[in-house]
Structure formats: C-alpha cells, structure tokens
C-alpha cells in the first residue's frame, strides 16, 4: 500500500477509538466525515489552478472555522452546518438537517486539523474511496440490522457487475442504491483501460450521465452523496445522480440500459401515520400503479416490476431477491409468468447463507433482459447455479472473496451464453450449475423458480449440522416467512 494512502488511512481510523468511547457511531463519524471533507475540498476548489466559484456563503467557509479551537470551534461549526443546509443544489441536499454529533470539542480539533493537513481534490479516488468503504462496512457490522442489511458483499456486486458488463455511453440505474456500491463497481469496470480505452466524451459520460439512483434514508443518501462524489461521479455544481424518496411511488420516467441493485430485505412496504387518538400506527403501503402486473404489499415484488418498468427495450438487469420472489404464490406466482413472457430470465444465483449482515437471509441474485414486445414467450431456459447447498460463509471468520465466485462468473460465460454448458448431470448430480426449461418451471407449482437439486450434507450428517446460530437465525427465518405468508392470505381476504 503507498505511504500516502495508509498514511491518511491511519489517521482516520486512529480516531474511531476516541469517538466510540465517546458515544459516536460509525455512521455518525462517517456522517461528520462527509460533512469536513466537503467543505475542505470546497475550500481547495476556491484556490488555484481551480478558482471555483464554491457557492458557499462566506463567514462559513472551512478557512473561517479551521483555525478555531474549543467553544469557538463548536459554535462556528454548528452555524455553518445550519447555514449550508439552507443552500440549493448539492450543498444543501448534503447538509440538509445536518447538526454536530462530536459532543467533545477537543476530538472535533483532532478531526478538522486531521482534514486539514491532506490535500483532498488531488487524492485519488481510490485512497478516498478505500477511507469511505471502510467506514461503511464497518456501520454495517456495528448496526447489524436497519443499514447494515443494505450492506451488499462487495464481491457479489463485483460478480454481478461482470456477469452484465457494462458498456461505455450506456445508462446505469440502482432505485435503492444505499452508499453507491453498485455504482462504484460499474464505474471501476467501464473505467478499466485493460477492458476499454475511453474518449474524453466517454470518461464525461462516465461521470455526468450514467449513473440514476434512488435512496429512501435520508443519511444513506447523503452518504451516497459523498461517496460518488469522493469517486468522481456526479460534480457539487452539476446535476445529483441520486435523488432521495420512495422509488416505488411512481414511474421516473428515465430507461435504462442496465439496473444493478440489491432492494432492501424485509417483505412489507409501510407507512406510519397517527390516528385519532394521537397513537402511531403502521399500515401496509400498497402501490396502485399502472406498469404493475400485479398489486402486492411485498416489497421485492413491487422492486422487481419497478425495475422491469425502468429497462429500455434492451436493457438487462442484476437484482438480489430474497427466497419468496422465488415461490410465493397469489402476486408472485403472476410476476413470474409475465417475466418467463416478456423478458429473457437466463440466470439465477442461489446464494449462500452468512454473507448478509441480517443473519438467516437467504438470497438469489436473477438476472434478466428486457425484450420488445412480442406474441412469443421470450425466456426458453433458466440456468440456476446452486452456491448455496453445502456452502456457508461467516461475516468475519469465512468471508466471501471473489474467489469464491470465479467459477459461476466462469459458467454464466457473459461473452456468448450460448456456449454455456452444465456441470451438472446424471453421472455428476452434485454439479452446481444446470439449466431448466420455461416449460419444466412453467408446470412447477405456482410456477416456482426455487429449485435444488443437491443433496444436503447436514441433512445427511448429523455430525456435520450447522453452528447453533446459525439454525437458530434460519428457524427464525422461517417463522417469519411463514408468519408473513399468513398476513398477507388474512389481507387478501379481507379484500373480499
């Protein structure tokens, strides 16, 4: 690693320890982070070669704060955080309710001189990006559930980014696109120069025009924010690649190219509200729209129709799903069929347990492209890659590395599928990889796409049975499941 990037790694992380025993999160030092690092790259904007024109007012600019110490210091803070959060455009987005969560004023010193002292518009991306993935990923192992769920494994995104390869001048989307990993990935891949020799007009595309996202948390958002920005996507006085709400209310608009994404896991949309005693209560969101085939409460089958919704004619998309897509009956089973109909459903990736910060999850990523209409079916075989029967990983003790999904890259064989081949066969039944036809899965019961075919060692092995945690998360898991399923027969129901 260079000298400049564990240097300036080293000082941000040497600062975890004093904050934490001060009570501040991950994600609230990432938040403050965002908030110092913006205005000193502001500041190093304003001088030469760049002489920006910043757009911040002055009196509230990091030269008039980073010479303070103590109270000073705190109060300039605090106004110039209130004050920014007043502006338009990309400043007031980033500090919008923004308020100091550094309740020592001597830790606040540490951290504005820490800014300071580095150079951060001629860093790279890289070095800055290294600092804001570490932090994120480290929010999501210290919140465990709530953001940390939206953590997705950064070598499953990097698989999927392979599996679809992105092409220059083409448009990306992600409708929850959390802190900007899928994004990042794509940009990382188009920007290769071994993979392609961009133009100037290319690498402007690149940073301007490709990127569409979407992201319903407000911190999440500004965090996204800052990281596209710290990765040269988007620029503070252009136009916002991330737009902040409920992606699923309504149609954008826009068509895209590709959607790479993984939708936030728990199966019910809500909306709280306070009824006419005063008391908050939470009721089902369901989404009335038109480009719907099917009106659901579920939330990744809602995501799946609004991603359908969001492809051009040609357009392909990578989506982590959540088991039920696979099998639930009543919306999903009508999901299903019109995606086996009017788009090409080729993949999906069974994923393994333990890669998710919410324990149990068990996870799919399917891959389709959209289609012109048309009067034929336009999927004629699904291809299933079973990494999940007899396979486990851990957060920390067994990660998942890119390693780990060389071989399904290997098989989904992205430069021609029609060259791919199965693993699996009649002589070699534990092969992972085995393709179906729409017509098998068609007359499947509720047209299920959750298919295995693998035998289960700890089923086998009573010696060889998972960590107690492990089935503990997975029956809670199945409860939960089972418990949604009943809800939502009781809704329908009650339709009636």
């Not at 980014?161 to 083409?170: D, G, H, I, S």
């Amino acid at each position: 690693m260079p000298n400049q990037t564990s240097t300036i790694i080293s000082k941000v992380w040497g600062m975890c320890n004093p904050l934490r025993d001060s009570g501040v999160s991950y994600g609230d030092y990432l938040e403050q982070l965002t908030y110092l690092i913006f205005l000193k790259m502001s500041d190093e904007y304003s001088k030469p070669p760049y002489r920006r024109e910043t757009g911040i007012p002055e009196g509230y600019t990091w030269a008039d704060m980073n010479t303070l110490k103590g109270a000073e210091l705190e109060e300039q803070y605090r106004a110039t955080l209130e004050k920014l959060g007043e502006q338009g455009g990309i400043l007031g987005k980033i500090f919008k309710g923004a308020v100091n969560k550094i309740g020592s004023a001597a830790i606040l010193y540490r951290i504005v001189q820490m800014i300071g002292q580095e150079r951060w518009v001629s860093m790279s991306s890289d070095v800055k990006g290294e600092i804001y993935e570490g932090l994120l990923q480290k929010n999501a192992e210290d919140v465990k559930s709530g953001a940390g769920q939206y953590f997705t494994p950064r070598p499953l995104i990097r698989a999927m980014v392979r599996c679809v390869r992105p092409e220059p001048m083409k448009t990306i989307a992600d409708p929850c696109c959390g802190s900007g990993g899928f994004f990042l990935a794509a940009q990382e891949y188009v920007a290769d120069p071994n993979r392609y020799t961009l133009t100037r007009e290319q690498k402007e595309f690149l940073k301007a025009k490709t990127f569409y996202g979407n992201e319903i948390v407000p911190a999440t958002y500004k965090t996204a924010l800052m990281n596209l920005y710290l990765h040269n996507i988007g620029d503070i006085y252009g136009a916002v690649p991330v737009t902040l709400g409920d992606a699923l209310l309504t149609d954008p608009g826009y068509r895209v190219d590709y959607v790479l994404t993984n939708p936030p896991f728990g199966k019910k949309s809500s909306m709280t509200f306070t009824n006419g005693e005063g008391e908050q209560e939470e009721e089902d969101l369901v989404y009335n729209r038109q480009d719907f085939w099917a009106t659901s409460t579920n939330k990744q089958l809602n995501f799946v129709q609004h991603i359908n919704t969001l492809l051009n004619n040609t357009g392909k998309a990578a989506v982590v799903v959540p088991d039920n897509v696979l099998f639930e009956g009543g919306a999903g089973e009508t999901v299903r069929r019109k995606l086996l109909e009017t788009t090409d459903l080729h993949t999906i990736l069974r994923l393994p347990t333990g890669i998710f910060y919410k324990p149990g999850v068990k996870a799919n990523v399917i891959f389709f492209d959209k289609r012109p209409a048309g009067p034929q079916r336009q999927t004629k075989e699904v291809w299933i890659y079973d990494f999940r029967t007899n396979v486990h990983f851990t957060l920390k003790q067994h990660p998942m590395t890119d390693g780990d999904l060389e071989d399904f890259v290997s098989c989904y064989h992205s430069e021609n599928r029609q060259q791919r081949k199965e693993t699996w066969s009649e002589e070699n039944p534990s092969g992972r990889w085995r393709k179906f036809s729409a017509e098998e899965i068609l007359a499947r019961d509720k047209t299920s796409l959750d298919i295995f075919w693998i035998k289960d060692q700890s089923l086998a092995d009573l010696d060889n049975l998972p960590e107690p945690d492990q089935l503990a998360a997975d029956i809670i898991e199945n409860l939960q499941s089972a418990l949604d399923g009943f809800q939502e027969l009781k809704r329908q129901l009650g339709s009636f």
